[in-house]
């Protein structure tokens, strides 16, 4: 077993772009508590931070932005195209990180954890997991995704891409080895074969149970079986606004989970919900029009509320149309507030937001916790 009693470890690693963060999620689907080291780094130097003024301090004052925050992309054409300057940056980073997955794993409940790190071989990490699973993708197809996703040109992309180690190297010590060069689907079917050989017979975590309410309204989480379902629903409530396919939805799982409603058999609610970074997300609401607002709602927010706070989230964000907003004194009730991202405060939570607003939504927020989980880290 692993350096925590109790707790099955996965080690998950993978060069840049090889699909590392789809894959944590995919576990995260059949039960397992993700941990994302890389987005823990970022927060390891945030202004307040401990990492913050040793890496001022080592790279110079230059590499802060005008915002005060160090200027992560400054600092990476740096750091990727000089070894001694990463090591260095790794030396700071690195500890600081172990010190927070640390936290993170002994405060888990889940009993399966996987915790996601580009640099997982090179760190004290790799000793404290049972099992190392390793994603695999063509150059071409990372070139690609860098230049695609990350809007890097092509310079930048091969730069951080030659600047890692072959990837035969991280295959050669890997137990599992997810080959993710296809359809989200064909890699959903590598996951979980490999959950079942090597997971599930040793101490699989409990599945997730549906969550009922007092009007009999139940919350279940989807799993991608029921893609297809999830995919017309969303087509019909959206009156054909937003048309969604099978493959649509099972990309889409790449990303966020999806809570269903049920009225005994029927589904009269959909929502997408996404932790990334101890941020709880919801991007995407769809109910029922003859469905009662105020419980539809109440179940939903108690569910997100519930399991988000069981992943140690730190704050919940909803991101909604003005029709859904209309019954704002619902939202009110419930501890929610209208916020801008700049008014959140703290970086992550910006970032978190930032990435996913869609560009004509209302985001409300609540805190899940007083405390900072990782502060000051």
Not at 74 to 89: Q, T, W
Not at 136 to 154: F, G, S, V
Not at 360 to 367: C, E, I, P
Request: glycine share 6%; net charge positive.
């Amino acid at each position: 077993m692993s350096a925590w009693p109790g707790k099955y470890v996965i080690g998950l690693t993978g060069n840049i772009a090889t699909g590392k963060s789809v894959v944590r999620l995919m576990l995260e689907h059949l039960g397992a508590y993700g941990i994302d080291a890389d987005a823990l780094a970022h927060r390891a130097i945030a202004q307040g931070a401990p990492g913050y003024q040793p890496v001022v301090e080592s790279f110079g004052r230059w590499v802060v932005g005008a915002d005060g925050e160090i200027d992560r992309a400054r600092l990476g054409r740096l750091v990727f195209s000089d070894s001694e300057a990463l090591s260095r940056l790794e030396a700071i980073i690195h500890p600081l990180v172990a010190q927070a997955v640390d936290v993170l794993v002994k405060r888990a409940k889940h009993k399966v954890i996987v915790i996601e790190a580009i640099k997982l071989l090179e760190s004290s990490l790799r000793s404290r997991c049972d099992v190392l699973w390793v994603t695999y993708a063509p150059p071409q197809i990372q070139l690609a995704r860098l230049m695609q996703r990350r809007k890097m040109d092509e310079m930048a992309a091969r730069q951080r891409i030659q600047a890692q180690p072959p990837q035969e190297q991280k295959i050669s010590a890997a137990d599992v080895v997810i080959r993710n060069q296809g359809s989200y689907e064909e890699a959903w079917q590598q996951v979980y074969a490999a959950w079942q050989r090597t997971v599930a017979p040793i101490q699989e975590a409990s599945p997730p149970q549906a969550a009922r309410t007092p009007k009999k309204l139940i919350v279940q989480r989807a799993s991608p079986r029921q893609a297809e379902e999830i995919a017309a629903f969303i087509t019909r409530l959206s009156a054909g606004r937003r048309k969604m396919s099978r493959a649509d939805v099972m990309e889409a799982f790449g990303e966020k989970a999806f809570l269903l409603l049920r009225s005994g058999d029927q589904i009269v609610g959909v929502v997408g919900w996404q932790v990334e970074n101890l941020v709880a997300r919801v991007n995407d609401f769809y109910l029922e029009p003859s469905q009662p607002f105020t419980p539809a709602v109440e179940a939903f927010t108690t569910e997100v509320e519930r399991a988000s706070r069981e992943l140690q989230c730190e704050i919940a964000l909803f991101f909604l149309s003005d029709v859904q907003l209309s019954r704002h004194n619902v939202w009110k009730a419930l501890g929610y507030q209208p916020s801008t991202i700049m008014e959140l405060g703290a970086r992550a939570w910006q970032e978190a937001a930032a990435e996913v607003m869609p560009g004509n939504a209302v985001m409300l927020y609540k805190l899940l916790r007083e405390d900072r989980v990782l502060r000051p880290v």
